[in-house]
């Protein structure tokens, strides 16, 4: 019956009228080459990095990513920005990597921050203006594909476990598939060498010790801001819980990484539902983010009670 039931939400959602799932928007940003000798000197140097974002967004926003049809008004939107670094021949490429994606609130025209991430690597590419960008997710045929096809899983993964609990594990498991065919293929950032790297965002959300995160992302997005405008404290009562949640998490793993994104996502957020709560519901969020991320607790510092 669970099972019936979350298959009954996501198709709830997302109704049968073809499109694509995403509305990616992206950016190419070369103003650091600039500076540098390395490139950005003439016009075509301009039409290529146009050409480059472009064939970013087609390969995001044009690709079938599942088997549902989404309506128009139900595409995910994100955004994806590179920032190049460096340029060490004319196909090869250094940036940083920034990923955004915000959800829908149902009952309202609000959305909420789901997703926000930059690496702190180094992400080194290949690009050869007028070539597809190929992709397979047993395959490694590029580490810009790669890159962008595990960023689109791990976001519809997110994405669907807020709408249904454990949604999203197909499209975890998707992105484990990236990150292993990458990995294999010898591309950096892919292993587990470096604490914070694609293969950790992937192994937190398909570890079963982390189960608490994937709850999280159900009780504080289904039953939390989805029922805020039927039943306020009610939906309180449910973010608390996903926080909940996340500090049982942090108890198996103190500072994992996809934790800590989460709550840095959400804490402005938490600061707005909460302000006009009851004294001891903040007093109770305040307690959950010092224990689950205590570098954001000074951000609800009021809300401690105990001072």
Request: charged letters at 20%; proline letters at 4%.
């Amino acid at each position: 019956m669970r099972r019936i039931l979350s298959i009954v939400l996501i198709m709830f959602c997302f109704c049968v009228v073809q499109g694509q799932e995403f509305r990616c928007t992206v950016q190419v940003n070369p103003q650091k080459l600039m500076t540098t000798t390395q490139g950005y000197s003439s016009d075509s140097d301009k039409k290529l990095f146009d050409n480059m974002k472009q064939a970013i967004e087609d390969f995001v926003n044009g690709r079938r990513w599942t088997n549902l049809d989404f309506q128009p008004v139900e595409q995910i939107d994100c955004s994806i920005a590179l920032i190049l670094n460096s340029r060490t021949s004319a196909t090869e490429f250094g940036s940083q990597v920034q990923i955004q994606m915000r959800r829908p609130v149902y009952n309202s025209t609000y959305t909420t921050g789901l997703f926000n991430y930059m690496e702190s690597g180094t992400f080194n590419f290949s690009y050869t203006d007028g070539q597809p960008l190929d992709f397979d997710v047993n395959n490694y045929y590029g580490n810009l594909s790669s890159m962008l096809g595990y960023y689109c899983y791990l976001m519809l993964g997110m994405y669907f476990d807020s709408f249904s609990p454990n949604g999203g594990d197909p499209f975890f498991q998707l992105a484990q598939q990236v990150q292993q065919a990458a990995e294999t293929g010898g591309a950096s950032g892919w292993n587990s060498s470096d604490s914070k790297n694609r293969y950790w965002f992937m192994e937190n959300h398909v570890n079963g010790a982390y189960a608490g995160l994937h709850n999280a992302y159900y009780l504080y997005h289904r039953q939390g801001l989805d029922m805020m405008t039927k039943d306020q404290p009610t939906a309180r009562q449910a973010i608390i819980s996903a926080l909940e949640n996340l500090q049982q998490v942090s108890k198996v793993r103190p500072n994992l990484m996809s934790v800590q994104q989460f709550v840095d996502v959400k804490i402005q957020e938490l600061v707005s539902i909460f302000t006009p709560a009851p004294a001891d519901e903040k007093q109770r969020v305040y307690d959950l983010v010092k224990d689950t991320s205590p570098i954001n607790a000074v951000k609800i510092k009021d809300f401690n009670t105990k001072k």
